[in-house]
């Protein structure tokens, strides 16, 4: 018993001092990224402990071939306190990923799309409850399916629109629109599977053309009647085009990304091979990652508002912060406070996530967590967030002051109903734990 007990004394010992010298000065120096405004006072660093225990959590992760590498910016009340980077961008070529590493940041794309609606908002060029045939007439031929997908004569029976569907119901996501790879019943819906052989993302064509293709399909429910996740935002992105008389990506660069000085970020289609970003790896089995040749949902040649978009840690942290601090970023204001609050808001407060999490609600563009006891990771009440299908996440918590951008780029198999990292779901708790 005491020779058990000196051993295990001895274990702990050693395992303390090998990780204190392993692990001696964690992360990375800190990127030059500005406050969120002036009059911060300089915040205290995450503490050495979390620090320590999130790159330790990264490597074993790296080690065991979950995922191939990691970038992590976390800002507390404004400002900056920890960055960090482990693992590879790209493993055949032995690059490292660091703070400037692009990602593929897939559905992070969709709070960036419900900024640009409230701006335009903000402008009188748009209202929460306009129709959306004001701007795209097709919509008002939009049909519904009738339940449990009712066909004759290989048609689907379908109703008109009870009332038309309006910018609030394509930014809460309860329009009744689906996408390729619906919640319910997978493959087992014949609604679904037509909206599968329909994909937005399939074929050539610019934005107008892919919605107007997805409008032409039956809708799954009546507008406000449930959330559903799906190609709301895209339709959405159509009818930003249309409001501002501008391009999308023109409209998001003139209005988000030089303002909030995020020059590295733009969609897949400006892409060029002297703009690198991270390879995207899929796990094949135990301790094993594999190239991904063509990545699922890649937008080659249009501008989606849903996905699509390329950026880094350092570029979204400052979008994170702006949404902290009211609208403002730097001296620029992107938005009101009161437009803010209305995106950080539970809108719909039951059905979201529901086949995966509970406990949470969705605003204009965000998940936001309405029951932190009931949620399966550590947050705060009235946190709000998104991730990416290649493993990207974001969060800003109001209670704590923190906001985090965490990346990496693993696309999940076929049969997973998260997106391609758990470890960036898991990477937040480090810092909620260490302030």
Not at 20 to 41: C, F, H, K, R
Not at 185 to 206: C, M, P, R, T, V
Not at 280 to 296: D, H, I, K, Q
């Amino acid at each position: 018993m005491k020779k058990s007990i000196i051993g295990l004394f001895t274990f702990i010992s050693s395992f303390s001092i090998i990780f204190t010298i392993l692990y001696l000065n964690p992360g990375v120096s800190l990127p030059n990224i500005p406050p969120a405004n002036n009059e911060i006072s300089k915040e205290k660093n995450l503490s050495w402990l979390s620090r320590a225990a999130l790159d330790f959590y990264f490597d074993i992760n790296i080690l065991r071939k979950a995922d191939a590498g990691y970038v992590a910016i976390i800002a507390k009340n404004g400002q900056i306190i920890h960055a960090t980077a482990k693992g590879m961008a790209d493993i055949e070529n032995h690059i490292p990923m660091n703070t400037k590493t692009r990602f593929r940041i897939a559905s992070m794309t969709k709070p960036i799309t419900a900024v640009a609606t409230l701006i335009l908002i903000e402008e009188g060029k748009l209202k929460l409850d306009d129709p959306i045939e004001k701007y795209l007439p097709l919509a008002s031929q939009i049909s519904v399916a009738l339940p449990d997908n009712q066909i004759t004569d290989n048609t689907f029976a379908t109703e008109p629109l009870k009332r038309s569907i309006t910018i609030l119901d394509l930014l809460t996501f309860s329009s009744g629109a689906g996408y390729n790879d619906s919640v319910d019943h997978k493959g087992q819906s014949k609604l679904a599977n037509l909206w599968a052989e329909n994909d937005i993302y399939d074929g050539f064509g610019s934005l107008e053309d892919r919605v107007n293709k997805i409008m032409k399909l039956p809708f799954f429910e009546q507008p406000g009647e449930r959330w559903r996740y799906g190609w709301s935002t895209d339709i959405l992105a159509r009818v930003i085009e249309v409001a501002s008389q501008k391009s999308f990506s023109e409209f998001l660069e003139e209005k988000i990304f030089v303002p909030l000085d995020m020059y590295d970020t733009n969609f897949l289609s400006q892409e060029n091979k002297a703009n690198e970003i991270a390879e995207v790896y899929s796990r094949n089995g135990a301790f094993n990652l594999t190239l991904v040749e063509n990545p699922r949902s890649n937008p080659l040649d249009w501008t989606p508002g849903s996905s699509g978009l390329v950026s880094n840690a350092e570029d979204y942290i400052k979008f994170g912060l702006m949404l902290w601090n009211d609208g403002k970023y730097n001296g620029q204001k992107i938005l009101s406070p009161e437009s803010i609050a209305l995106m950080s808001y539970p809108h719909i407060k039951s059905g979201v996530l529901s086949t995966q999490v509970e406990g949470m609600g969705f605003g204009l563009g965000v998940g936001v967590v309405m029951d932190a006891e009931k949620t399966i990771l550590i947050d705060k009440e009235n946190d709000f967030f998104w991730s990416g299908f290649y493993g990207t996440n974001f969060f800003v918590s109001p209670q704590t002051g923190l906001v985090g951008v965490i990346m990496s780029q693993n696309q999940p198999p076929p049969a997973s109903p998260w997106p391609g990292s758990f470890g960036v779901f898991i990477a937040p708790a480090f810092a909620f734990l260490g302030v």
